[in-house]
C-alpha cells in the first residue's frame, strides 16, 4: 500500500506541475496586451507627428491680408525645401521660402514669401509667366532657349545685377529636364510695369515675360533684396509628370 500511495503522490505532482492558476494566465495576457496597445499608441503618434508638420506649419502662418495659399501646393513647397537641404544645395540655415502657384489666374497675387522660421507671410504679389506659357493662365511650360516660356521646378537664387530689365535675380534651375536651363537662358526674377493691376484692368491680364517670373516695380528691391543669395523658389503647376518625377518631391 505504502507503495501505492507513492505512485499516486508522484502521479499528482507531475500533473500539477504543468498547471498555471488563473491569476498568473491573466496577468501574462494583460501585460502582453499592454505591450501590444503601448506599441500601437507609439507607432500611430509618430505617423500623426510625419503626417502633421507640414499642417502644423501651415496652420501656424498668419495668411491675413493676403491671398491664402492652398495647403497642397505649400506641403509640395517644403518637402522640397527640405529635401535640396538635406543635399546640401541649401544651407540648414536657410528659412525663406518663396512659393509662385501657375495654376492660379495671373491677375491674383499668386507669389508668396515665406518666413517658415518666423512662420509668416512677408509679401503677397503678382507675378508674370511667360508670353508662350498662356494668356490670363499658365498653360504651357518648357526648359527651352528662346521658348518664350516659363518653366516650372525647384530654384535657388542667386547673385543679383542690373541689366535691361533693371535690378534682376540671377535663378539656378534644380530640376532636371524642366527648368535646369534655366541659368543659360536667363530667366530671372526682374521689376516690370506690366505687371500690375492697372495693367490688368486695361488688358483683362497682367503683361507677360520671356519666361521669367516678373514682378512690379514697386516690389522689386524688397522681394528681390530678402530673398536672394542661396534661398529656394517653387514654381508650381499640377503638371503630373513633373510632380511624379522631380527628384525634390519624393517624401
Same mark, same amino acid.
Given at each position: 500500500? %505504502?507503495?501505492?500511495?507513492? *505512485?499516486?503522490g508522484?502521479?499528482?505532482?507531475?500533473?500539477?506541475?504543468?498547471y498555471?492558476?488563473?491569476?498568473?494566465?491573466?496577468?501574462?495576457?494583460?501585460?502582453?496586451?499592454?505591450k501590444?496597445?503601448?506599441?500601437?499608441?507609439?507607432?500611430?503618434?509618430?505617423?500623426?507627428?510625419?503626417?502633421?508638420?507640414?499642417? =502644423?506649419?501651415?496652420?501656424?502662418?498668419?495668411?491675413?491680408?493676403?491671398?491664402?495659399?492652398?495647403?497642397?501646393v505649400?506641403a509640395? $513647397?517644403?518637402?522640397?525645401? =527640405? #529635401? *535640396?537641404?538635406?543635399?546640401?544645395?541649401?544651407?540648414? +540655415?536657410a528659412?525663406?521660402?518663396?512659393?509662385?502657384?501657375?495654376?492660379?489666374?495671373?491677375?491674383? %497675387?499668386?507669389? @508668396?514669401?515665406?518666413d517658415?522660421? +518666423?512662420?509668416?507671410?512677408?509679401?503677397?504679389s503678382?507675378?508674370?509667366?511667360?508670353?508662350?506659357?498662356?494668356?490670363?493662365? $499658365?498653360?504651357?511650360?518648357? #526648359?527651352? =532657349?528662346?521658348?518664350?516660356?516659363?518653366?516650372?521646378?525647384?530654384?535657388?537664387?542667386?547673385?543679383?545685377?542690373?541689366?535691361?530689365? &533693371?535690378?534682376?535675380?540671377? *535663378?539656378?534651375?534644380?530640376?532636371?529636364?524642366? /527648368?535646369?536651363?534655366?541659368?543659360?537662358?536667363?530667366?530671372?526674377?526682374? &521689376?516690370?510695369?506690366?505687371?500690375? =493691376? +492697372?495693367?490688368?484692368?486695361?488688358? %483683362?491680364?497682367?503683361?507677360?515675360? @520671356?519666361?521669367?517670373?516678373?514682378?512690379?516695380?514697386?516690389?522689386?528691391?524688397?522681394?528681390?533684396?530678402?530673398?536672394? &543669395?542661396? /534661398?529656394?523658389?517653387?514654381?508650381?503647376?499640377?503638371?503630373?509628370?513633373?510632380?511624379?518625377?522631380?527628384?525634390?518631391l519624393? $517624401?
Amino acid at each position: 500500500m %505504502k507503495g501505492f500511495y507513492s *505512485l499516486l503522490g508522484i502521479v499528482y505532482l507531475i500533473s500539477t506541475s504543468f498547471y498555471l492558476s488563473p491569476d498568473k494566465t491573466d496577468n501574462k495576457e494583460i501585460k502582453n496586451t499592454k505591450k501590444i496597445e503601448t506599441l500601437v499608441e507609439t507607432k500611430s503618434e509618430k505617423n500623426t507627428n510625419s503626417l502633421s508638420s507640414s499642417e =502644423e506649419l501651415y496652420q501656424s502662418i498668419s495668411f491675413e491680408n493676403t491671398n491664402k495659399l492652398q495647403f497642397d501646393v505649400f506641403a509640395k $513647397a517644403l518637402l522640397g525645401f =527640405e #529635401n *535640396l537641404k538635406k543635399a546640401g544645395k541649401l544651407g540648414q +540655415e536657410a528659412h525663406l521660402l518663396t512659393i509662385c502657384d501657375f495654376s492660379l489666374s495671373s491677375n491674383t %497675387k499668386r507669389l @508668396w514669401v515665406i518666413d517658415t522660421q +518666423e512662420k509668416k507671410v512677408l509679401f503677397n504679389s503678382l507675378v508674370a509667366h511667360g508670353k508662350n506659357t498662356g494668356e490670363e493662365f $499658365a498653360t504651357n511650360f518648357s #526648359n527651352t =532657349e528662346s521658348s518664350l516660356q516659363s518653366s516650372m521646378g525647384f530654384y535657388i537664387t542667386e547673385s543679383t545685377y542690373n541689366g535691361d530689365n &533693371g535690378y534682376s535675380l540671377k *535663378l539656378l534651375g534644380m530640376d532636371k529636364g524642366f /527648368n535646369d536651363a534655366a541659368y543659360k537662358r536667363a530667366v530671372v526674377m526682374h &521689376g516690370a510695369d506690366y505687371v500690375s =493691376e +492697372e495693367f490688368a484692368t486695361v488688358h %483683362k491680364r497682367i503683361g507677360r515675360s @520671356w519666361g521669367c517670373p516678373a514682378i512690379p516695380r514697386a516690389l522689386t528691391e524688397p522681394i528681390i533684396n530678402t530673398i536672394k &543669395g542661396k /534661398n529656394c523658389l517653387f514654381i508650381y503647376y499640377p503638371d503630373q509628370n513633373y510632380l511624379s518625377s522631380s527628384e525634390w518631391l519624393k $517624401a
